[in-house]
């Protein structure tokens, strides 16, 4: 027979509407009460009515993650940023979370994806890689004020809270770190188009930014296409390498797609860093171990999904809305991948 309320009442000496209150997260209980009322409902092995929590507490117990699928889904990134979000999510907040495709006629726009909060379906939203138009992020916000944590962007709108990284600082250091190595036809690979991730044509920006600062020679070959995956960096990155005069580093707006662009080289018989350096972003952790290990640029993504999840959390336990712009801090990370161009 399943533990109910009164039996961890009856066996902390309190009553059953302070078993409930510490079950639901209210903040009016002693501390020591918590933990011995928690104590016991996890001896008893104490298994909560899931529907009657989601009718009594009006919430649904979901926590709704949306995001671009074919974009991002099942590459390392969000793998990370999932990873945050679940280290962020507390075990005893009794939440699941649920995939939302942004790209899908569903849910292609704030207002179809506030009907997932007004129907009481989700709790909140976590927003990975929104679209680039801020109307989209101003509706949920504000229009349908649904508690809402942006993770991985920032973006203009100052009602709408998020997490994220200078990323076009990181490309901006990584072209210093090649340009001070000697290089000076520096190609690029890019992301996704702009209307599926912000942060792509942000990191192009950068690039471009620092080739005019610098007067270096950036025809526009020298930006090849690319989606974040391995297939797309093999493909730029052949291209990159078949032309005259052969760029001397390439830098790829993501890990996925410098492993792509280091297979290439391979198979044109290219020695890295020796003949072409290469260079990444996101220092996912199989960046340490390739051979050569890859030059990249650290991004948070564990860290910044965890911190978005806890201010959601937070949200969601004080009824207070997400509020503010988090920027997390980045870094270049030097490896073999990249040495000063053969003379």
Not at 124 to 131: K, P
Not at 157 to 175: M, Q, T, W, Y
Not at 191 to 199: D, I, L
Request: aromatic share 6%; glycine share 8%.
């Amino acid at each position: 027979m399943h533990a109910k309320m009164e039996d961890i009442a009856r066996e902390c000496g309190v009553t059953k509407m302070t078993v409930s209150r510490v079950l639901s997260h209210h903040p009016s209980v002693k501390a020591a009460t918590r933990k011995k009322v928690l104590d016991t409902a996890k001896r008893l092995r104490y298994e909560p009515n899931a529907l009657a929590k989601s009718f009594s507490s009006n919430r649904s117990g979901f926590i709704g993650i949306a995001t671009p699928t074919d974009a991002l889904l099942g590459g390392a990134y969000f793998a990370e940023i999932f990873k945050g979000f679940r280290l962020g999510i507390a075990d005893d907040m009794g939440y699941t979370f649920a995939l939302f495709d942004t790209n899908s006629d569903s849910f292609n726009d704030g207002t179809k994806l506030g009907k997932l909060y007004r129907q009481k379906r989700v709790d909140g939203l976590l927003v990975v890689a929104q679209h680039t138009h801020d109307r989209f992020l101003d509706t949920l916000a504000g229009d349908h004020h649904v508690p809402m944590v942006v993770v991985g962007e920032k973006p203009s709108s100052p009602r709408v809270c998020s997490v994220s990284c200078n990323d076009a600082h990181g490309i901006e250091l990584l072209c210093a770190h090649l340009y001070s190595l000697g290089h000076r036809r520096i190609a690029f690979i890019e992301g996704p188009p702009p209307e599926y991730v912000a942060t792509a044509i942000r990191r192009k920006n950068a690039y471009t930014k620092f080739c005019k600062s610098k007067g270096l020679e950036n025809p526009a070959w020298y930006c090849q296409p690319g989606n974040f995956s391995m297939g797309s960096g093999r493909a730029a990155g052949l291209v990159l390498l078949k032309a005259r005069p052969r760029p001397t580093a390439i830098i790829a707006a993501s890990d996925m797609m410098a492993f792509g662009a280091m297979e290439s080289a391979r198979e044109l018989n290219l020695r890295i860093p020796q003949d072409v350096s290469i260079a990444g972003f996101d220092d996912l952790p199989t960046a340490a171990e390739r051979c050569p290990s890859l030059t990249t640029v650290h991004q948070p993504a564990l860290e910044m999904g965890q911190r978005g999840a806890k201010i959601l959390q937070h949200s969601l336990n004080t009824g207070e809305s997400p509020s503010g712009h988090t920027v997390m801090e980045i870094s270049v990370v030097i490896r073999e991948s990249t040495a000063a161009p053969a003379s």
